[in-house]
């Protein structure tokens, strides 16, 4: 089973873009990226959030049938920020039971028409009901998590900026980022809080944006294709959806879950990973990642990312080359594809400016909510 | 030769600064003023709307025109803030300034452009020969919702200006409009507070429409930014008119006459005439001023002034009148804007 291409749109406020158009230029963007015709899809794995919640708009199956002209089987996936990767864990099992079939993943989101209150109450629709009438937002809820970490740990809120640094930095290279301007930590630190500790240029931004992958167990397609990625994992754990049910404020247990059966399942050793995608929605997201993927051990994360050994170049493995959630963008629906895509990009060695050297194992970390739902795919050259 | 023969203006006495709404809010203030570029705000009193700002604004421009004034023939009031939602406000101008009654009353609507449309029409009017002279007004006691951004620049104002063809002042050489549809901003019928799309409010919308705007009056004139004395700009905030001026190629020294933005705010419909009086106070004859408005929605009204020897015979002290002010708190703030 193997990923043959990869198109992404640019991610940003979109304003001339909505979210059909957004939609038809990712699946017609990655068939060409293919050279596919859209009667070689077998089936549709689309990934979104919020146009129930924003623009009353489901069964948008239906509306990608109408988009090209088809009647093939479409499954619209929701897994809040994890909507991404969940489609794409769909799409392997759907290949799994059938051979010789080629599918495609889009991911899509349309935010910036809205508010920023009605975007991020939209958005706590992943939080639950109690956490909700509490007056919780997910910046609330990462905010509890990095008040925990930081004084559980004795840092300070510099070595959360560090994570922001970093992925702008890599946003800087990445033509379809949303944001493609370096930070200095002095400006971090001196942005406007969200929740405290986290701060504005702690936070991933409020994106549009699609982007759509191509998938196939197909011998005879992966044979003639430019470039192809073996799925060597594809896990998914779940955990409470509420914080205050979990064990500990200072780890995601789900993503402890999925990265050990991923590492398992792909029989590889976590050394092995040069390069990875990981859920930065805040920076304390990428620490707390970090260490409960195993990369870090666990309190170890803050004085880590100040080293920025995981910035392109460093001594460690590369992580967030995209620029991840905090540079490149979140919308939502597409964020878990575009992870994906952006480890196929390192992998068959198309990531231009931000192309990690050597990279033959890649890894992407996708999580819905604060860590309800998350998603580890381990992709190899 | 058409154009303005006399204007008035009005600026309520009342500020509030950036850094008192900003404590209210928890806000820092600085970071306010940087991001907006504007420290204070004009307010209308409790006792003062668009109708009696514009009532003042038209008494001043009406003392310095020489002519009899039952000869201004047509009497256009453009805001977003008018006193009634149905019943003009131009007609109850218009018998508050005692002028007789065969005069064309009509009032304008096209968010903070309203007034500049109002002059085009007027301006057809005059030059087609159907009247000698007519009066425009722009006049907002503009509303924003607490905590809001429009908070912070949200003002009250009025610029009338009365055009003809005899002793012109400032005279129009030439326009140019720009429009689409484009929502940025808006509010419905029995909707207290106005609405708005963020930062879409920007690049598609005010820039877009005041670059085309401009630059396709550049073209029509074959004029360049650099024949010009002064810019005016509309002035949601402090950056927008600076960002959008030099995009087109004008200097600092061209607009900053104009950024009356800083300490009075953006008094919407008036905003940018406000700039244009405040220009007014020191241009010489033959100056070239060039002058583009905004209104959401969206347009741009560009227009050519040049200054005629005389402007000397009607021009008014704009400086000394907008340092006349007392500052009110945030509970005033509110009282006067009829919020409590």
Known sequence: ?381 | MVGIVSYGFYLPIWRITTKEIASVWGKNYLEIENSLLVQEKTVSSSDEDSLTMAYEASSLALKNFSEEKNKIKFVFFGSETPPYAVNPASTILAEFLGLKKDYLANDHQFACKAATGALIEGLGLIKGGVFDYGLVVASDKATAKPHDALEYTAASGAVALIIGKKNVALEILDFFSFSSDTPDFWRREGIRYPSHGGRFTGKPSYFYHIHQASTLLFEKTKLKPKDFNYAVFHMPNGKFPQEVAFGLGFEKKQIEKSLVVLHLGNSYTASALMGLVSVLEVAKKDDLIFFCSYGSGAGADAFVFKVTKSLDRVRLPFTLTAEKKKYIDYPTYLKFMGMI
């Not at chain 1, 990655?30 to 919020?50: G, H, P, T, Y």
């Not at chain 1, 294709?225 to 955990?239: F, G, I, P, Q």
Request: proline residues 2%; hydrophobic residues 40%; aromatic residues 8%.
């Open chain 1, 1 to 381: 089973m193997k990923i043959i291409a990869f198109y992404q749109t640019k991610f940003g406020e979109l304003w001339e873009k909505s979210l059909t158009s957004l939609i038809k230029e990712a699946i017609f963007g990655v068939l060409k990226e293919a050279n596919l015709e859209i009667d070689q899809v077998d089936a549709i794995f689309f990934s979104n959030m919020m146009a129930g919640v924003l623009e009353n708009n489901l069964h948008t199956s239906s509306k990608i049938s109408e988009i090209i002209g088809k009647n093939i089987p479409i499954f619209r996936v929701e897994a809040a920020c994890a909507s991404g990767g969940i489609a794409f864990h769909l799409a392997t099992k759907y290949l799994s039971d059938n051979s010789k079939k080629t599918v495609l993943i889009v991911g899509a989101e349309k935010m910036t028409d809205y508010s920023p209150e009605e975007t991020t109450l939209a958005l706590a629709a992943a939080a639950s009901g109690e956490e909700q009438e509490a007056g919780l937002t997910f910046p609330g809820l990462y905010a509890l998590m990095a008040n925990f970490y930081l004084q559980k740990y004795h840092y300070s809120e510099e070595n959360l900026a560090y994570v922001s640094f970093k992925n702008h930095f890599h946003g800087s290279l990445n033509p379809k980022a949303h944001f493609q301007n370096k930070l200095t930590i002095e400006k971090i630190l001196k942005s406007p809080y969200v929740a405290y500790p986290l701060k504005v240029l702690d936070s991933s931004p409020i994106s549009d944006g699609a982007a759509a992958l191509i998938l196939t167990n197909d011998a005879y397609l992966i044979k003639k294709s430019k470039y192809s990625v073996s799925v060597l994992a594809s896990e998914v754990a779940t955990d409470t959806i509420n914080l205050f049910q979990r064990q500990t404020f200072d780890e995601i247990l789900a993503t402890k879950i999925a990265s050990e059966l991923a590492f398992k399942k792909a029989k590889i050793e976590r050394k092995h990973i040069k390069v990875a995608e990981v859920h930065d929605c805040f920076s304390i997201a990428e620490i707390l990642a970090m260490e409960d993927l195993g990369f870090w051990k666990k309190g170890e994360g803050g004085k880590n990312i100040k080293e920025l050994s995981t910035q392109i170049g460093g001594s460690d493995l590369t992580v967030n080359p995209s620029g991840g959630l905090k540079a490149s963008g979140h919308p939502v629906g597409a964020t878990g594809v575009k992870q994906i895509g952006e480890i196929f990009l390192q992998l068959t060695k198309q990531a231009g400016q931000r192309q990690v050297k050597n990279a033959k194992y890649g890894l992407a970390h996708n999580v819905g909510g604060s860590g309800g739902t998350v998603v580890v795919t381990i992709l190899g050259s």
